[in-house]
């Protein structure tokens, strides 16, 4: 089955700065990757996803990720942080119709 | 229009009984799934329906729980004679046909067993 691997459990990023959050994955046929947002007491909400097409993949928020297929990464970052993008953020990998989550990255943005 | 909606948003019980959550899915959405999201084991898969049908039900952790779908819609997730390991959130998400299409979730139910 695919995997993704998630680097960094918590990341924490001035209001303004780059955010970057890492995303492996293991995966013998092409992957479908996706990044989701979870806020505080709320379900997981889709950023992006990577099907097929175009490698840099434009989300909601001003996020964007990178599909590299030769260092098997799928990235998600930021330019300029927001005091509401501190919340948890899940990479995930579809397995035939299911997806497979990685730990969750929590993000807290300092003023 | 309506999201993913979930029933009870808590739910606190004693160790022992029985518990029912519910999904009602996004209106013609014919995939449903169930997850699940705790401290020891992150978001966990546990069962997919398509229609009324759950050809993938892998992810149940014990013969105690089990789900149902009726009418292609509402889904109950029911455990059994609860266990302190089963608190956790229990999310639900729905999609439209096609794999790779977005799986929208629900607020999740967070379950407390004492």
Same mark, same amino acid.
């Given at each position: 089955?695919?995997?993704? *691997?998630?680097?960094?459990?918590?990341?924490?990023?001035?209001?303004?700065? @780059?955010?970057?959050? +890492?995303?492996?994955?293991?995966?013998?046929?092409?992957?479908?990757?996706?990044?989701? %947002?979870?806020?505080?007491?709320?379900?997981?909400?889709?950023?992006?996803?990577?099907? *097929?097409?175009?490698?840099?993949?434009?989300?909601?928020?001003?996020?964007?990720?990178?599909?590299?297929?030769? &260092?098997?990464?799928? !990235?998600?970052?930021?330019?300029?942080? !927001?005091?509401?993008?501190?919340? &948890?953020?899940?990479?995930?990998?579809?397995?035939?119709?299911? @997806?497979?989550?990685?730990?969750?990255? *929590? %993000?807290?943005? +300092?003023? | 229009?309506?999201?993913?909606?979930?029933?009870?948003?808590?739910?606190?019980?004693?160790?022992?009984?029985?518990?029912?959550?519910?999904?009602?899915? $996004?209106?013609?959405?014919?995939?449903?799934?169930?997850?699940? /999201?705790?401290?020891? /084991?992150?978001?966990?898969?546990? $069962?997919?329906?398509?229609?009324?049908?759950?050809?993938?039900?892998?992810?149940?952790?014990?013969?105690?729980?089990?789900?149902?779908?009726?009418?292609?819609?509402?889904? =109950?997730?029911? $455990? /059994?004679?609860?266990?302190?390991?089963?608190?956790?959130?229990?999310?639900?998400?729905?999609?439209?046909?096609?794999?790779?299409?977005?799986?929208?979730?629900?607020?999740?139910?967070?379950? =407390?067993?004492?």
């Amino acid at each position: 089955a695919q995997s993704v *691997t998630q680097l960094g459990s918590h990341v924490s990023v001035s209001e303004g700065a @780059l955010v970057l959050l +890492r995303c492996n994955y293991s995966s013998s046929v092409p992957p479908y990757l996706f990044w989701y %947002v979870q806020y505080p007491n709320q379900g997981l909400q889709l950023l992006l996803k990577y099907t *097929t097409g175009a490698t840099l993949v434009k989300g909601i928020n001003g996020f964007e990720a990178e599909f590299k297929k030769s &260092e098997t990464s799928f !990235h998600l970052t930021k330019p300029s942080a !927001h005091m509401s993008d501190a919340a &948890e953020y899940f990479c995930a990998v579809l397995n035939d119709y299911k @997806l497979s989550f990685g730990a969750g990255t *929590t %993000v807290t943005v +300092r003023a | 229009g309506a999201g993913v909606s979930q029933s009870p948003s808590n739910k606190v019980t004693e160790k022992g009984k029985d518990v029912e959550l519910r999904c009602d899915p $996004i209106s013609g959405h014919t995939a449903l799934y169930w997850y699940r /999201q705790s401290l020891g /084991q992150g978001l966990e898969f546990l $069962i997919y329906f398509q229609g009324n049908s759950a050809p993938d039900k892998s992810g149940l952790p014990s013969d105690r729980f089990s789900a149902e779908r009726t009418g292609g819609s509402v889904s =109950t997730l029911t $455990i /059994q004679r609860t266990q302190q390991e089963d608190s956790a959130v229990y999310l639900c998400a729905s999609r439209m046909t096609g794999s790779y299409n977005e799986q929208f979730f629900g607020p999740g139910t967070r379950l =407390t067993v004492l």
